[in-house]
Every structure is written in structure tokens, then in C-alpha cells.
């Protein structure tokens, strides 16, 4: 399996542009998390999705973020419009619960920059 | 508020040492436990996963549990500089959401 993949693994772009992030999910899991990580705030969760629903979105910072997921193989985190402080690295990560264990992988990431 | 709690670090150890990491929580009802390694400018990788209290030890990992005082470790014998990185601790309650620490530093030093 090629594990959870994200794109772009890097994006520099300017205040007031809309971000798009992209994340296809281990095949079979069943759950998507969402995450921020940065030096002062460590990891954050945004949001994760239980067989394509949004089940948690608490963590979204404001409604310039929002996160779809049309299907079991693909999810997208959408910034609109960016500023400088939602600079920082985001994680998809997919889990698999079977016979009591319960177990997350995480993607690459997509290292942000907003100027 | 769940809440898991690490000790930021720097933790420094010589190469070849034992280095103790520990995470406490606050939820008595979690029931799984993780530790993640990340190196710099990397993700997350999951090393460890425990659920009983006790013991349970992966080649130079040992994770411990103990459920009545909230609290889990994790045990890196012989540790070499490639283990070098941020350890992350993890809890949650079966099929809920995953709450992170805010990670340990581990230095090796040659």
C-alpha cells in the first residue's frame, strides 16, 4: 500500500489566496483526520470524517477553512481566503479500527507559506 | 478536556543509554495508547501502541502502561543518535478521536 498521500507537499502563496489541500486516504480505512502543526501549537486537529461524514469540526480555526470529502478515497482542506498565520505544515492522516486495535498513519504533509 | 501531558525536553542522552520518556492524561476512560516518532521536517510515525497495563516491549521499545495512575512510557534501550527526534504521546478511547501531546525531544548523543 502507498500509504496516505497528500499534494502538494509544499505550496508558497500570497495573503488573500485561496489554498486547496489534497489527501487520499489508506484504501479501507474508514476515518480521515485533518491536522495543523506548528511550533508554538504543536499538532491541532481540525477535523476528521467517519466513512465520509464529518463527524468533529471544533478545530477549524474560522470559516476560512473548510474540508470535503465527496468519496471514500479523497479529501480536500480549502483556506479562502489564506493569511500569513495559517502558515504552518497540515496533516491528513487515515485510521483502521479492527479487533480492538485502532491505529492512525499519518501522510507526508503540506508544508505551507503564506506571504 | 482531555488533556495528555509531556515533558517538552530537551531530553539528552548518551548513545548506548536507556532513555525514559513519559506521558501522563486525564481521561480515565482511554483505552489505547500510542507513541509516534517524528523526526524534523517529517510525520508522524507510529512506533508503539499499548492497551493493557503492563508492559509491552518491540526490539529496543519498551511501552508501559499504567491505567490507575494515567499514566504511559516508553523505554528506548541502547539508544543510538538515529533515535534522535520528537516522541509524541497519543490516547483515546476506542473508535474517538485521537488527543495528542505536545511531544518530547530526545537527543542522542554520540
Known amino acids: 500500500d502507498a500509504g496516505v498521500i497528500q499534494s502538494p507537499r509544499h505550496e508558497v502563496t500570497e495573503m488573500g489566496q485561496e489554498v486547496t489541500l489534497r489527501c487520499k486516504p489508506i484504501?479501507?480505512?474508514?476515518?480521515l483526520f485533518w491536522y495543523r502543526q506548528t511550533m508554538m501549537r504543536g499538532l491541532e486537529l481540525l477535523i476528521y470524517?467517519?466513512?465520509?461524514?464529518?463527524?468533529?469540526d471544533s478545530g477549524m480555526p474560522e470559516d476560512r477553512f473548510s474540508a470535503k470529502m465527496p468519496n471514500a478515497s479523497f479529501s480536500t482542506l480549502k483556506i479562502q481566503p489564506s493569511e500569513p498565520r495559517d502558515s504552518a505544515v497540515y496533516f491528513c492522516a487515515s485510521r483502521s479500527l479492527g479487533q480492538g486495535r485502532d491505529t492512525q498513519y499519518f501522510g507526508p504533509g503540506t508544508r505551507l507559506t503564506v506571504l | 478536556q482531555k488533556e495528555v501531558e509531556q515533558n517538552s525536553g530537551p531530553l539528552s542522552v548518551p548513545e548506548g543509554a536507556i532513555a525514559s520518556l513519559n506521558c501522563t492524561y486525564s481521561d480515565r476512560v482511554s483505552q489505547s495508547f500510542f507513541w509516534y516518532r517524528q523526526y524534523s521536517g517529517k510525520s508522524p510515525e507510529l512506533i508503539m501502541s499499548?492497551?493493557?497495563?503492563g508492559d509491552k516491549e518491540d526490539g529496543r521499545f519498551t511501552a508501559q502502561l499504567n491505567k490507575a495512575s494515567q499514566y504511559v512510557s516508553l523505554l528506548i534501550r541502547d539508544s543510538q543518535p538515529s533515535d534522535s527526534a520528537t516522541y509524541l504521546c497519543?490516547?483515546?478511547?476506542?473508535?474517538?478521536?485521537?488527543?495528542f501531546g505536545p511531544g518530547t525531544r530526545l537527543s542522542v548523543l554520540p
Open positions: 499499548i492497551y493493557s497495563n
Open positions: 484504501s479501507g480505512h474508514d476515518y
Open positions: 497519543a490516547v483515546n478511547n476506542y473508535g474517538q478521536n485521537f488527543v
Open positions: 470524517f467517519n466513512n465520509n461524514v464529518p463527524i468533529d
